[in-house]
T-cell receptor
């Protein structure tokens, strides 16, 4: 049968604004969460990670928040720049014997207008 | 340090053929994972190799197989290609299988099945 394409959520912001990208994860046993950025024609690039025993972690211009109660992850990008335009994925790792296995969310398209 | 390299970058095959994709991990990395990325299903885990052994496998038919060599380079093979196998195939390497180790992705091989 015909496959239905994923309709990725989109977020459109102005340069200099703050961006918030959300992700709902599926496995309550997941121990490790990562945000990736994927630009056109490239593989996913690591942005920031967070362990399940934390609820917030900050990097350069980025902050990740983890709410295990509702299985929700968010990525905040401060002072968004045109170079931040890309597809953003959250990924979870359940740990155990599955260290090399990441489960990805559907992705969010971020467009930054100059 | 060179990143993850994948060859070829683009490939066109016809239904029924088979294909082999190659991945060279970052020097010193011993774990290699493969993912399939399609508009319909997003990013999905195929399998992971460490020390020439498959550690984890995703939910893909037996037509998808892989292997890892003693130098950590990995190949994946898809036999009896179907139209639905058209996708971006991504390889990721990790120092060793550990929960908090970062996975570094290559640029991918774009496979088109006609």
């Amino acid at each position: 049968g015909e496959s239905v394409g994923l309709h990725l959520p989109t977020l459109s912001v102005q340069e200099g604004d703050n961006s918030i990208i959300n992700c709902a994860y599926s496995n309550s046993a997941s121990d490790y969460f990562i945000w990736y950025k994927q630009e056109s024609g490239k593989g996913p690039q690591f942005i920031i990670d967070i362990r399940s025993n934390m609820d917030k972690r900050q990097g350069q211009r980025v902050t990740v928040l983890l709410n295990k109660t509702v299985k929700h992850l968010s990525l905040q990008i401060a002072a968004t720049q045109p170079g931040d335009s890309a597809v953003y994925f959250c990924a979870e790792n359940a740990g155990g014997t599955s260290y090399g296995k990441l489960t990805f969310g559907q992705g969010t398209i971020l467009t930054v207008h100059p | 340090k060179a990143g993850v390299t994948q060859t070829p970058r683009y490939l066109i095959k016809t239904r029924g053929q088979q294909v082999t994709l190659s991945c060279s991990p970052i020097s010193g990395h011993r774990s290699v994972s493969w993912y399939q990325q399609t508009p319909g299903q997003g990013l999905q885990f195929l399998f992971e190799y460490f020390s020439e052994t498959q550690r984890n496998k995703g939910n893909f038919p037996g037509r998808f197989s892989g292997r890892q060599f003693s130098n950590s380079r990995s190949e994946m093979n898809v036999s009896t290609l179907e139209l639905g196998d058209s996708a971006l195939y991504l390889c990721a390497s990790m120092l060793e299988p550990s929960l908090y180790n970062e996975q570094f992705f290559g640029p991918g091989t774009r496979l088109t099945v006609l």
